[in-house]
């Protein structure tokens, strides 16, 4: 069973939706929670990062960590053409990075 | 500040030819690693460094694959010889260290990538 387990995709949105990306974990060690947003051909890049339950806001963006059924999910409002990326959900415990496959999104003007 | 600089950011060669890729981290940044991101998929830990030690090089394929990093700065990655298999773009990233606190906070950075092609 792979550490972190992500919705593949690909998910295509009018401008201005609501995006809902998930993941699941295994391993209830403490450890933290991160959505990385990767452009085409770029390195990915931290977006937002978490180690509690509950909700985390930063602009247009709600990271979610749910402990209690090991689900992460990452929330964009009024989703943007510039927000098409692929988005990794990763999470951090024992000095080590463990990241999901990705889900490409696509946000249409 | 800069960033994680890569390079080349493109390689293609023939099977069997040995390739290596270099990374400069963010200064200061103690810790280097080398990931593997595969088509469609996540970035896959091949080493990782705290300075000049390799402390986590369980997924490093060592029959072809080496790396090296010097002086505790730049890293080198190396295959030789490569295989069909091994097309990718290979990711470096470096963190602050992360019993400082640095990686606490999740921030990985990471370089652009070298995209490699093995014909």
């Known amino acids: 069973q792979k550490e972190v387990e992500q919705d593949p995709g690909p998910l295509s949105v009018p401008e201005g939706a609501i995006v809902s990306l998930n993941c699941t974990y295994s391993n209830s060690a403490f450890q933290y929670f991160m959505w990385y947003r990767q452009y085409s051909r770029k390195g990915p890049e931290l977006l937002m990062y978490t180690y509690s339950s509950g909700n985390k806001e930063d602009g247009r963006f709600t990271a979610q960590v749910d402990k209690s059924s090991k689900y992460i999910s990452l929330f964009i409002r009024d989703s943007q053409p510039s927000d098409s990326a692929t988005y990794l959900c990763?999470?951090?415990?024992?000095?080590?990075?463990?990241f999901g496959s990705g889900t490409k999104l696509n946000v249409k003007p | 500040e800069a960033g994680v600089v890569q390079s080349p950011r493109y390689k293609i060669i023939e099977k069997k030819q040995p390739v290596a890729f270099w990374c400069n981290p963010i200064?200061?940044?103690?810790?280097l690693y080398w990931y593997l991101q595969n088509l469609g998929q996540g970035p896959e830990l091949l080493i990782r460094y705290e300075n000049e030690e390799a402390v986590d090089d369980s997924q490093l394929p060592k029959d072809r694959f080496s790396a090296e990093r010097l002086k505790g700065v730049d890293s080198t990655l190396k295959i030789q010889p490569a295989e069909l298999g091994d097309s990718a773009v290979y990711l470096c990233?470096?963190?602050?260290?992360?019993?400082?606190?640095?990686?606490?906070?999740?921030?990985?950075?990471f370089g652009e990538g070298s995209r490699l092609t093995v014909l």
């Open positions: 200064s200061g940044h103690n810790t």
């Open positions: 990233a470096s963190s602050l260290d992360p019993t400082s606190g640095g990686a606490d906070t999740g921030e990985l950075f």
């Open positions: 990763a999470k951090y415990n024992f000095n080590k990075f463990y």
